[in-house]
């Protein structure tokens, strides 16, 4: 630990030349099953505001393609001496200064924020990794802020954490998470895009979005759309050597499927922060039920506050997350 706690506060330029693509990013809707105009259509963008396709939230996973690395940086560019496959992305946050939009050229800098220990149970000591990745345009203006936190266990962790997420406040990974949506899948449902912040109540609950009946091809297709290549997510043997059950989705997968409450609730440009806490694997032939409450929304700059929870089709929690959007004041 003395060695990783000497690297604390370092940085370095991690993602160079992140060009925003369209069809990059009608692949990345595609992928986290977002049919939504919006991403791939400049007429149905303009309508709704944009004057250039926009992408999805959790797009910026995208940067880690190995076209968008300085020469010898991997990943978040420190070597920290994790053994990959047991290396879990435990938590994801994103604060957004704007939306991402086609045309967009980013660079990517990185500091390791902070490092520590935990006992975690049967996923025996785990050691925590938070990097900080600012993303800055063209005319160096923050463009979006990126907190990632990625945990090395000392072996294989059973449906307790996908990519792994647990972070320093989060519940021992050993716990159980409470049946959220009683062992049922319900049937999708859409609301209005909300706008003004007089529209919206704490406890109003949001579009529900559904995603039965999974496959390994969509895990194969994100990994294709973001560049998360583990062969842990897609090789049968290799998923099985390392202690798994089987193949297991992408934490941002699910991340990704859960966005889509907040963006088709309250519009993409509205959107302030998003993150997610993994607590559960997804595995072929699982479903994705992914819902969100206002929590908070009587400020006075018109923000209101989300808790988000995507469950699988038994009721056990994949992740829990939330958002923050900024509505128009009457």
């Known amino acids: 630990m003395t060695d990783l706690e000497a690297m604390v506060g370092d940085s370095k330029v991690t993602v160079e030349e992140f060009r925003i693509e369209p069809g990059k990013v009608e692949e990345f809707a595609r992928s986290i099953t977002e049919t939504d105009p919006v991403f791939r259509d400049p007429d149905a963008a303009a309508d709704r505001g944009f004057d250039r396709v926009p992408a999805p939230l959790t797009y910026p996973r995208v940067s880690r393609f190995p076209r968008y690395r300085p020469e010898d940086v991997e990943m978040y560019g420190f070597d920290l001496g994790f053994q990959p496959e047991y290396v879990l992305h435990g938590e994801q946050t994103y604060e957004?200064?704007?939306?991402?939009?086609?045309?967009?050229?980013?660079?990517?800098?990185?500091?390791?924020?902070?490092?520590?220990?935990?006992?975690?149970?049967?996923a025996g000591t785990m050691t925590f990794a938070v990097y900080e990745t600012e993303y800055r345009d063209e005319n160096d203006d923050l463009v979006l802020t990126d907190r990632a936190t990625a945990i090395e266990t000392s072996g294989a962790v059973q449906n307790d954490a996908d990519d792994g997420?647990?972070?320093?406040?989060?519940?021992?990974a050993d716990e159980t998470a409470a049946?959220?949506?009683?062992?049922q899948v319900p049937e999708p449902d859409s609301l209005e895009t909300v706008s003004s912040v007089?529209?919206?109540s704490v406890g109003d609950t949001?579009?529900?979005?559904?995603?039965?009946?999974?496959?390994?091809?969509?895990?194969?297709?994100?990994?294709?759309?973001?560049?998360?290549?583990?062969?842990?997510?897609y090789d049968e043997p290799y998923a099985r050597a390392a202690g798994n059950e089987s193949v297991f989705g992408q934490g941002m997968f699910t991340a990704g499927v859960a966005s889509r409450v907040v963006t088709n609730w309250f519009g993409l440009e509205s959107i302030d922060s998003f993150g997610v806490r993994f607590q559960s694997q997804v595995f072929p032939g699982d479903s994705i039920v992914a819902t969100g409450e206002i929590v908070d929304g009587e400020s006075d700059d018109g923000v209101v506050e989300v808790d988000l929870e995507a469950t699988n089709q038994h009721g056990e929690t994949l992740l829990t997350g939330s958002a923050t959007a900024t509505l128009e004041e009457d």
């Open 96 to 122: 957004y200064e704007r939306p991402l939009q086609v045309g967009d050229v980013l660079t990517g800098t990185t500091t390791l924020a902070k490092v520590f220990q935990r006992e975690g149970g049967r």
């Open 165 to 172: 997420e647990e972070s320093d406040d989060s519940s021992d």
């Open 179 to 183: 049946v959220a949506n009683g062992g």
């Open 198 to 200: 007089a529209d919206v």
């Open 206 to 233: 949001g579009p529900t979005v559904v995603v039965e009946d999974l496959e390994r091809k969509h895990f194969v297709k994100y990994a294709g759309a973001s560049g998360d290549f583990n062969p842990i997510h």
